[in-house]
């Protein structure tokens, strides 16, 4: 019978353990977020005179992909994802989606910003699950010396690794998704596909329109800001915090039905005009059929006896 | 000279483009918006839709496009009533242009946008996007095709919501507010576009100056009614009327034409400054820089001093960095460089306590006003300051009264007018007693009857003022310094007076307002034709013999006032009020 083996460490060891991981952690996101910002500062104005896609590396095999087959094949390649539950096989799918990337030529400011934006899911899961994780046979304990009841599980820590590997691997997939066609062709592949035409809609409306009550939340904060509005845990606050919301929404939901009148008064009658025409290719479907292939040998490859 | 003709009845056209019959229309809270209305525009009219805020125009405007149906009467479009299946049609040959282009730009891109009519309207996509390019080509924009509409400026924005109708060739252009908020250059764009519009023009706004240059004929609403509909030159002539609806401008004519002539009578007294040289000034910048995160270099090596109890005007284009000095001023956004206020350094600390010191009126009062009364507005910043409710209460009172807001303690701001809220934020602002007031565009969207009130009330303070405008009348009833602003830099930092007459500066800015010149001149020219019913012989022709005889009539004698102590000058030209036609014989007795 195999038993848990415990390995106790100094205290010291301990704190050097877990202030050099959060050093490496708060490291890697400024990393991260200052290579984000230099990506996005750098270089000359774009020329919009023609799309941001033909210029920007626009072209590849991704571009001229069928968005159905992309999106069917991206969003079932990523399901295939999740089901891996050994470290080997999400680094080969991280090694596959980097590949992609290149492939794609996407823009690597953007692939940081997403990661950036999933680093406090990942960080999470690396802290947590170590440490909460139920003993099994065979695995292996740090435990401090003088607090015997906190172990630091290793299979946990793996585990952990296995989540972040597979949900680094989907997130650096998203750009090819959703970068390599304008976003009205996406949704408009989306409906082909049977979703809803009205969410298709809706979504392209909020990314438009999502901007504008940013512009406008932080303009009505700056109006507060310079009559003295400051946060405090107080009464105060929480009633201007319910002004500050209820305005919004008001100014929102008026906005909401100039916008609509604005489409019907150029003729809006419940649907938006195709933005691209689609047609399948049998490239399209080779291209996604290789791409199922890889998603299935490395679920295969998970599930062979180590 | 223009000759003033006697107002005419409304105008029916037997084969108008739109016609309005009996129209009322009421708000789901029950706002009366419209009574009765009667209305016939012909094909190729140019009409100018005017009244005081809340008189019903945008409510009219609507209707006219078939976005709100009739409440009672009907409106006729092409001779056909506007509904069902017309009413779908004719949406795509009625182009309305909405006050916050934001509202109307809702593609995905530019070309896209304005390529979502040309579509509606059943031309292919490679149809549509041709006629798309060929608007965005008129409107200047066709290198911004692919770019998002939200990465837009505000005159940019509004360029492309036009172009979106301009692709679809529509008959009729109703435009609501067309140069609320654009820099006098972009407003000159925009109106020569308009010019060169070859269909049906309804416009609405408060600004008569613009109007004059672009429409004939006005149309005058009141409380929902049709109050006058005759020309623009009858309109603008008679400052009782225009008084009686809220839109005497009249008061900008007054120095508009002082500016070529010599200071400004009712500005600012422009002593020289009696401050000790040596004191530190209020606010001080010394090359101070801020780049935004994206990169932009938004002010670039900034240079100012603010005196105490100085009335500053800041100018330039929209873009040129004015509102983020503001920002910076404020303390909400911090640049490098040195930044004094009162002579201390505003470290982080002090930039957390600046808004006791600085007040801003922003441009939109709807960012500035949150509360869900009047009383608890005014008394936001106060109770932030600390001070006790006694003197909340005080200060509170003091400040409606002071901007003419007495009574309005349990109004809902949300509900007040465009006037009355933007004397509300600067109540609001003076309240606090800020040692510095910013004012952002004070006078965007404001009836002129509102512009007057705002511009006595702002000629009473006695604060440190720095405001910042388009409005060159403003900058000059109100400030005795002028900086000018191009592309993040102080180009120019000059006496208002010298700034006015330096044509160069206001061509580099765009704040050369040559048409508004133009339509001032004529305007003031309008204004004073004067009547006069005095005795004269006449000869009249009679059955046997011409006969002579004296008898009084009405003359109206146009005649311009070249200066206060010079007599005026009285061209040689007649107008009889009567309707003898012997009359036309008699001689001239005006020379």
């Known amino acids: 019978m195999v038993e848990v083996v415990h390995i106790a460490v100094p205290w010291w060891q301990v704190a050097a353990l877990l202030m050099g991981g959060a050093a490496a952690l708060i490291g890697a996101l400024a990393g991260l977020r200052r290579l984000a910002r230099a990506r996005v500062t750098a270089g000359e104005a774009p020329d919009w005179s023609v799309p941001p896609l033909e210029t920007g590396g626009g072209g590849t095999l991704l571009h001229r992909w069928d968005v159905r087959c992309k999106i069917v094949t991206i969003l079932g390649y990523s399901f295939m994802l999740t089901a891996l539950s050994r470290p080997q096989p999400a680094v080969a799918a991280i090694v596959i989606s980097l590949l992609v990337l290149v492939a794609a030529r996407a823009s690597a400011a953007r692939v940081l910003i997403r990661l950036l934006a999933i680093t406090g899911f990942i960080g999470m899961f690396l802290v947590v699950m170590p440490l909460t994780v139920p003993e099994r046979d065979g695995d292996t304990l740090l435990v401090l010396n003088q607090v015997g009841w906190l172990g630091f599980n290793l299979r946990g820590l793996v585990l952990a690794a296995t989540i972040a590997a597979k949900a680094v691997a989907i997130t650096l997939l998203m750009e090819p998704l959703l970068a390599t066609a304008p976003l009205p062709v996406t949704l408009h592949g989306l409906a082909r596909l049977g979703a809803p035409e009205m969410v298709g809609q809706m979504v392209l409306l909020s990314h438009r329109y999502l901007h504008v009550f940013r512009h406008e939340a932080r303009r009505m904060a700056d109006g507060m800001r310079v009559r003295g509005f400051r946060k405090r845990t107080d009464l105060l606050t929480l009633k201007a915090v319910a002004n500050f919301l209820g305005m919004l929404f008001v100014r929102s939901f008026e906005r909401t039905e100039r916008v609509f009148d604005a489409m019907r008064a150029r003729g809006y009658k419940g649907r938006f005009p195709e933005p691209a025409e689609l047609r399948l290719k049998p490239g399209d479907l080779l291209f996604a059929g290789v791409w199922l292939l890889a998603g299935l040998t490395l679920l295969v490859w998970d599930r062979l006896p180590s | ?591």
């Not at chain 2, 506007?82 to 779908?88: F, K």
């Not at chain 2, 006005?218 to 400052?239: E, I, K, P, S």
């Open chain 2, 1 to 591: 000279m223009h000759e003033l003709t006697p107002i005419a009845p409304p105008v029916e056209h037997p084969h108008a483009l739109l016609s309005v019959r009996d129209l009322h229309y009421r708000y789901p809270d029950g706002t009366q918006a419209l009574c009765g209305i009667r209305l016939s525009i012909a094909a190729g009219e140019r009409i100018a839709l005017v009244g005081r805020n809340g008189s019903g125009k945008t409510t009219l405007i609507k209707q006219l496009c078939g976005l709100l149906a009739p409440g009672s009467g009907q409106v006729d479009y092409q001779g056909q009533r506007l509904q069902g299946e017309h009413l779908e049609a004719g949406r795509l040959s009625l182009g309305y242009l909405f006050q916050d282009p934001d509202d109307q730009l809702f593609g995905h891109t530019v070309l896209a946008d304005v390529a979502f009519g040309p579509r509606q309207q059943g031309r292919s996509a490679e149809q549509a996007e041709a006629a798309a390019r060929e608007a965005l080509q008129r409107v200047h924009l066709v290198d911004k095709a692919y770019k998002e509409p939200h990465h837009l400026s505000f005159g940019q924005k509004k360029r492309a919501a036009l172009a979106g109708l301009l692709a679809m060739q529509p008959a009729v252009l109703l435009l609501d507010e067309p140069t609320a908020n654009l820099d006098p250059r972009q407003e000159q764009v925009f109106l020569d576009l308009l010019k060169t519009f070859s269909g049906t023009l309804i416009c609405v706004s408060h600004d008569l100056l613009f109007l004059y240059e672009l429409c004939r004929r006005a149309v005058v609403l009141d409380q929902g009614r049709v109050a006058h509909d005759y020309t623009l030159d009858d309109l603008v002539a008679q400052r009782g009327e225009l008084r009686s609806h809220g839109l005497d401008f009249s008061f900008r004519l007054v120095l508009t034409a002082e500016a070529e002539e010599g200071p400004a009578q009712g500005g600012p007294v422009c002593a020289p400054s009696t401050a000790d040289p040596d004191a530190a000034p209020l606010a001080a910048l010394e090359q101070y820089r801020f780049r935004y995160p994206d990169g932009t270099l938004a002010l670039d090596r900034i240079d100012l001093a603010v005196q105490s109890g100085e009335r500053i005007a800041l100018v330039g284009e929209n873009g040129a960095g004015k509102s983020t000095l503001l920002a910076c001023l404020l303390g909400l956004q911090q640049g490098s460089g040195v930044y004094r206020f009162d002579g201390r350094p505003v470290t982080r600390r002090l930039q957390t306590t600046l808004w006791r010191q600085v007040g801003l009126v922003f441009q939109d009062c709807a960012d500035q006003l949150f509360c869900a009364s009047v009383e608890e507005e005014i008394a936001f910043g106060l109770r932030r300051l600390g001070l006790p409710k006694a003197e909340i209460r005080q200060r509170s009172d003091e400040f409606l009264a002071l901007v003419g807001l007495e009574g309005f303690q349990q109004r809902v701001p949300l509900h007040l007018s465009g006037g009355e809220r933007k004397r509300l934020a600067l109540a609001c602002v003076l309240a606090m007693r800020p040692r510095l007031l910013i004012l952002d565009e004070p006078t965007a969207g404001l009836d002129p009857h509102s512009e007057a009130l705002l511009l006595a009330i702002l000629q009473q303070l006695e604060a440190t003022l720095l405001l910042v405008s388009h409005d060159i009348f403003f900058v000059q009833a109100l400030t005795c310094r002028t900086l000018v602003m191009h592309q993040g830099q102080i180009l120019q930092d000059t006496a208002t007076a010298d700034f006015l007459q330096d044509r160069n500066l206001g061509n580099l800015n765009g704040l050369a307002f040559s048409y508004r010149q133009r339509g001032s001149d004529a305007i003031r020219a309008l204004q004073h034709a004067h009547e006069q019913r005095h005795v004269h012989d006449h000869r009249h022709a009679g059955e046997a013999a011409a006969t002579e005889h004296a008898h009084p009539h009405t003359h109206r004698i146009v005649h311009s006032h070249p200066g206060d102590d010079q007599a005026h000058e009285h061209p040689p030209r007649r107008f009889y009020g009567d309707d003898l036609p012997e009359h036309d014989h008699d001689p001239d007795h005006h020379q």
